[in-house]
């Protein structure tokens, strides 16, 4: 059984017009978001790695970019990344619950 481990994810995929393909030179690139996180009974516990892919409309050629390189604003914003700091969330809370029932 597996009670803990690591996952990743891919989000959502933006349309760049900004960036040009290193191997073709045509504008027009589509930006993927892939985050790896640490989970705990497949409750999300933090995020430890964040990748961004680009890929062009063109050629297909692929680029792969560690963190947030460059990145389309609302690739990596907090409304997509909150749900991956779930667990956290969670166990600091049963933590200011157990405190707060200790002191009655």
């Known amino acids: ?4 481990g690591t996952r990743q994810k891919k989000l959502k995929t933006y ?8 191997a073709c030179g045509h504008e027009g690139q589509l930006a993927l978001g892939v ?3 640490f989970h705990v009974f497949w409750i999300p516990l933090f995020l430890y790695k964040v990748i961004t892919f680009y890929r062009c409309t063109h050629c297909q050629h692929t680029l792969e970019r560690e963190g947030k390189y460059n990145a389309p604003n609302n690739l ?3 409304k ?5 700091y779930f667990g956290l969330f969670l166990v600091l809370g ?11």
Do not use: H
Not at 94 to 104: D, N, P, Q
């Open 76 to 78: 990596f914003s907090l």
């Open 35 to 37: 985050v790896r996180y």
């Open 80 to 84: 997509n990344t909150w749900p991956y």
């Open 1 to 4: 059984m597996i009670i803990y």
């Open 15 to 22: 349309e760049t017009n900004t960036d040009t393909c290193e």
């Open 94 to 104: 049963l933590v200011a619950l157990g405190m707060i029932a200790s002191l009655f």
